[in-house]
């Protein structure tokens, strides 16, 4: 399966010129989501390894510490537009706890 995901990925690298695109990102992430079990965490993990190169790992990770810390903010900007804790969460992959929190603690601070 590892194998079969990094040739996936990798026609995909391969069409946008050898960058990671937009479309791999989303499948990367949609792979991870569907993935049930530690063993295929790991078999995705191994595809990741086998696939990008440093500095396209070390991208996404910067990347994604970037969005980490920026989480609370894009909760709070779809929270005002008008989402739905539970779609928020869906859609960032935490609990709806976790969305509700942040909202409580963003919008009502403790003195």
Excluded: C
Aim: overall charge negative; hydrophobic content about 50%; proline content about 4%.
């Amino acid at each position: 399966m590892a194998h079969e995901i990094a040739n996936r990925w990798e026609a995909e690298r391969a069409a946008a010129h050898n960058s990671i695109a937009p479309s791999v990102q989303a499948q990367l992430a949609a792979d991870y989501e569907a993935a049930t079990t530690d063993a295929v965490r790991a078999q995705i993990a191994d595809a990741v390894a086998a696939s990008f190169t440093l500095a396209e790992a070390g991208t996404l990770r910067r990347a994604a510490k970037a969005i980490e810390l920026g989480t609370p903010k894009l909760i709070l900007r779809a929270t005002a537009e008008g989402v739905e804790p539970a779609e928020i969460a869906a859609e960032l992959g935490v609990t709806d706890s976790y969305v509700r929190r942040i909202i409580r603690e963003q919008l009502h601070p403790k003195k």
